[in-house]
């Protein structure tokens, strides 16, 4: 659906509407070998790595 349906939009230039940066990341994982902790405290870089190479297992 177009975004103009979206109420309380913040519009600028274009329509545009953001928050800040988020200050915590839930990176949830299919990880059936145990690779990953269950609670683990990434650097930026890291979370950066494990989302854009799709970490998971094939079940």
Do not use: C, M
């Amino acid at each position: 659906y177009p975004i103009e349906h979206i109420e309380k939009i913040v519009k600028r230039v274009r329509p545009v509407s953001s928050g800040p940066a988020a200050k915590n990341v839930i990176f949830l994982s299919a990880d059936a070998f145990g690779v990953l902790p269950p609670v683990s405290i990434l650097t930026p870089e890291q979370t950066q790595y494990y989302f854009l190479s799709g970490f998971t297992a094939k079940l």
